[in-house]
């Protein structure tokens, strides 16, 4: 018997999803799967140029792909964004928040500033998103939301003090919406990759002490490549997922489980 007609669960023709921070990086990679698999995926940054990139770039792969600039931090501009949703597209099924700012100090050097803003950025417009997107999902029956959030909010080194506790928020977060919104047919879950050779990291990955170092730490002995996220995103996007709710799935080479 064949096996191909199960391969239909994980078919996303005719919904929308929106991927925050999608110009780039890992964003990228999972808007492009999401496309690749028949969703019409809503490019974000804060950069028109660089959305507009990675638009025609998707666009001349034959990908229903559109632009969505606005910056997260900022709620007036997040409001329109999802206005504008509503005028062009009248609906949402899936929001991937993936847009996450990081300030490597110790909580001693950074400043009050720079706290709120990390919180802000990582968690609070997290927030948002979800509570904007869901709002749209309860009307229309239902959705996903997915959250990008990190090993590193189980995990804990010295001198990274306000990201781990931004992303384990996040965490806190799914949690709590899967509980809120489950009733609503709408799932929430997380992704929580590993150390991933991304452009963002590309000094760390290039540098010959630390890139060796990191990929030592890790059983698979390697950095992740920025494709290997796109799998869990689309699991969860789509009707394969449909009973799973409030759990975060970890994309990290094994990297958490061992010491």
Same mark, same amino acid.
């Given at each position: 018997?064949?096996?191909l007609?199960?391969?239909?669960?994980?078919?996303?023709?005719?919904?929308?999803?929106?991927?925050?921070g999608?110009?780039?990086?890992l964003?990228f990679?999972?808007?492009r799967?999401?496309?690749g698999c028949?969703?019409?995926?809503?490019?974000?940054g804060?950069?028109?140029?660089?959305?507009?990139?990675?638009?025609?770039e998707?666009?001349?792969?034959?990908l229903d792909?559109?632009?969505?600039p606005?910056?997260?931090?900022?709620d007036? +501009?997040?409001?329109?964004?999802?206005?504008?949703?509503?005028?062009?597209?009248?609906?949402?099924?899936v929001?991937?928040?993936?847009?996450?700012?990081?300030?490597?100090?110790?909580?001693?050097?950074?400043?009050?500033?720079?706290?709120r803003e990390?919180?802000?950025?990582?968690?609070?417009?997290?927030?948002?998103?979800?509570?904007?997107a869901?709002?749209?999902?309860?009307?229309?029956?239902?959705?996903r939301?997915?959250a990008?959030?990190?090993?590193?909010?189980?995990?804990?080194?010295?001198?990274?003090a306000?990201?781990?506790?931004?992303?384990?928020?996040?965490?806190?977060?799914?949690?709590a919406?899967?509980? +809120?919104?489950?009733g609503?047919?709408?799932?929430?879950?997380?992704?929580?990759?590993?150390?991933?050779a991304?452009?963002?990291n590309?000094?760390?990955?290039?540098?010959?002490?630390?890139?060796?170092?990191v990929?030592a730490r890790?059983p698979?002995?390697?950095?992740? +490549?920025p494709e +290997?996220?796109?799998?869990?995103?689309?699991?969860?996007?789509?009707p394969?997922?449909s009973?799973?709710?409030?759990?975060?799935?970890?994309?990290?080479g094994?990297?958490?489980?061992?010491?």
């Open positions: 018997m064949s096996t007609p199960y391969l239909r669960n994980f078919d996303l023709t005719g919904q929308v999803a929106l991927v925050t999608s110009a780039r990086g964003g990679c999972i808007a799967a999401l496309a028949g969703a019409r995926v809503l490019i974000n804060r950069s028109a140029a660089s959305v507009d990139a990675a638009v025609a998707l666009a001349n792969a034959g792909a559109h632009g969505l606005f910056d997260v931090s900022r007036d +501009e997040m409001q329109r964004a999802f206005q504008r949703i509503d005028d062009e597209h009248g609906r949402l099924d929001l991937v928040n993936n847009v996450g700012a990081r300030n490597r100090k110790t909580l001693r050097d950074t400043s009050p500033a720079e706290i990390l919180i802000d950025t990582d968690l609070v417009a997290g927030m948002l998103l979800a509570k904007f869901a709002e749209r999902m309860m009307r229309q029956g239902g959705g939301l997915i990008i959030t990190s090993v590193v909010g189980e995990l804990a080194r010295a001198g990274d306000v990201y781990p506790a931004a992303k384990q928020g996040l965490t806190g977060m799914v949690r919406l899967a509980a +809120e919104f489950g609503h047919h709408i799932t929430s879950n997380a992704i929580a990759p590993g150390t991933f991304t452009e963002t590309a000094t760390m990955v290039a540098d010959p002490n630390v890139g060796p170092r990929a890790n698979t002995g390697r950095w992740g +490549e +290997e996220i796109a799998g869990a995103a689309v699991f969860l996007a789509s394969a997922a009973y799973v709710n409030g759990h975060v799935l970890v994309v990290d094994g990297l958490s489980i061992q010491f």
